[in-house]
Structures are given as C-alpha cells and as structure tokens.
C-alpha cells in the first residue's frame, strides 16, 4: 500500500507540473516575442529563446503611447470598481444569506435571471443614459456603471450562506447589532477568503477590459490601458515585438495583484480551517 501511495503522490505531482508549464507557455511565448524582432517572430524555424529586444521595444511602446497616463487611468478605475464591487456586493449578499424579507426569493431569481442577458444588449442603454448625465469622457462612466454586478452578488450569497453561522448572527442580535454593525463585525470577517477572490476576478476583468472604455473614453488623451496599446496596430503595417512588449507591460502589475490576492485569498483560508 506505501508503494500505491508513493506512486499516486509522483502521478499527482507530475500531472501538476505539466499544468503548471501548459499555464506559463503562453506568458512565456509572450516574452520571446517582446523580446525578438518582427522578422524574428515570423522566421522558420520560430525561435523559442529570448532575444536581446525586449528594452528596446519597450522604449517604442512608450514612444508611441502615452502608456504611464493610460496606466494611471486604468489603475485607478480599476481599484475603484474593485472597492465598490467588494461592498455593495457583499452588503447584498450578506442580506440575501441571511436575512428573511419580502421578495428575497424573487428578487434573487431576478437577479439570477440578468446572467442571461448578453452584456452587449446593455451597451447603447447604459451609454444613453451617461450621456444624459453627462458623464460620457469622465472617469464616471468607468466607475459607476460597474460599481455592483450580478454575478460578485450570487458569489458572495452562496459563500455567505455556508461561511456565516446563523449561532453568529443570533448572537449579535442579543447584543443589540444592528444590520450595518453584523455585517461589519460578523460578516465581512468571515467573508474575506470570498472577497479575496471576487477582487483578483473584479481587478484584473476591469484592468483587461476594452471594449466599453472605447465607448465611453471618447478623449483620445485620456484613454485606458488596453485602448491605447491597440493604437500600436498600424494601417499598413504593424510591429508585432512592439505590440508584445506593450503587452507584457500591462500583464506585469495584474501579476503583482495577483500574487498578493492569492496569498491573501490562501492566508485566509487556511486560517479558517484551523478555527473549525
């Protein structure tokens, strides 16, 4: 039985290794490429080692975008999307687990019910009715609209409903808690693993996000992060290395959220499972 176990515990770990090089390949092919010529890219046979490329192609990145300023715009309406996401979805979903009201159920199925809503029928709808507010160019139209969203609610509910002892609630309720001081005090603690993962998912979708920023962002001085790195496409022609080496550029601060989130997310979890 040792020699079954051993042999399981090397399969499991080889079938983990190879996950771990078939994820890193492309980010890996990424940084040849950034790092190569545009002939190189194309040569045959490819070459897969990295070139001595990669600062000079980052210096036409930032020769011809302003990538810093997009950067900043980016950063910003992403940790405020971020933040917003994390407390209106879980206040809802703190109400949703754990509190009996009128409606709940249907307004959970009817919050179920917009996931089958395609994004794009929201689009000319939330733009009409930015442009009425006259938000359309300003950092409002990238905030505001994804401040709660359907999915980060139903996440956030059915981790509350296993996390949060309703012995928890109860008890804070004897001690005299109102809704906003259980959820401070009860909810959110306990919740953290969950909030842990839905900001890494909120961050990087808004950071990644290019198509409603394209929309809405109609300044071309003040554009986000992914809409300015597709200014690098030409008309006639494209530097495929430049292109790369701007999309390294803006892979490597989703890496540092993610590792801090998912260190964080980890953290959490194991601390939990020693309080049970």
Same mark, same amino acid.
């Given at each position: 039985m040792g020699s079954v176990e051993r042999l399981r515990?090397?399969?499991?770990?080889?079938?983990?290794?190879?996950?771990?090089?078939?994820?890193?390949?492309?980010?890996?092919?990424?940084?040849?490429?950034?790092?190569?010529?545009?002939?190189?890219?194309?040569a045959y046979p490819p070459k897969l080692l990295i070139g001595s490329h990669l600062f000079e192609?980052?210096?036409?990145?930032?020769?011809?975008?302003?990538?810093?300023?997009?950067?900043?715009?980016?950063?910003?309406?992403?940790?405020?999307?971020?933040?917003?996401? =994390? &407390?209106?979805?879980? #206040? %809802?979903? @703190?109400?949703?687990?754990?509190?009996?009201?009128?409606?709940?159920? *249907? =307004? &959970?199925?009817?919050? #179920? %019910?917009? @996931?089958?809503?395609?994004?794009?029928?929201?689009?000319?709808?939330? *733009?009409?009715?930015?442009?009425e507010f006259g938000w359309i160019g300003s950092l409002k139209a990238l905030i505001i609209p994804g401040a709660a969203n359907a999915f980060g609610i139903f996440w956030m509910r059915q981790y509350a409903a296993g996390a949060i002892p309703d012995e928890l609630i109860s008890a804070a309720k004897v001690d005299g808690a109102g809704f906003f001081r259980q959820y401070l005090t009860v909810g959110l603690p306990v919740l953290r693993p969950g909030l842990a993962f839905l900001g890494i998912f909120t961050f990087i979708n808004v950071w990644n996000d290019y198509l409603w920023p394209l929309i809405v962002m109609t300044d071309p001085n003040r554009l986000t992060l992914q809409v300015a790195l597709d200014q690098l496409n030409g008309i006639y022609g494209t530097d495929y290395s430049?292109?790369?080496?701007?999309?390294?550029?803006?892979?490597?601060?989703?890496?540092?959220?993610?590792?801090?989130?998912?260190?964080?997310?980890?953290?959490?979890?194991?601390?939990?499972?020693?309080?049970?």
């Open positions: 515990t090397v399969v499991g770990h080889v079938v983990l290794m190879l996950g771990v090089v078939v994820s890193l390949l492309p980010f890996y092919w990424m940084v040849v490429m950034a790092s190569n010529t545009t002939p190189d890219i194309f192609n980052m210096g036409k990145v930032l020769d011809n975008v302003d990538f810093f300023g997009s950067m900043l715009l980016t950063l910003i309406a992403s940790v405020s999307v971020t933040v917003l996401v =994390l &407390f209106f979805d879980s #206040l %809802a979903a @703190f109400a949703f687990a754990k509190y009996e009201f009128p409606g709940r159920k *249907f =307004l &959970f199925g009817l919050l #179920l %019910a917009t @996931f089958m809503i395609p994004a794009q029928l929201s689009l000319v709808p939330q *733009f009409v009715t930015l442009a430049m292109v790369m080496a701007g999309a390294l550029m803006s892979v490597i601060p989703l890496i540092g959220v993610f590792l801090i989130g998912a260190r964080s997310f980890i953290a959490d979890l194991a601390a939990g499972a020693m309080k049970f």
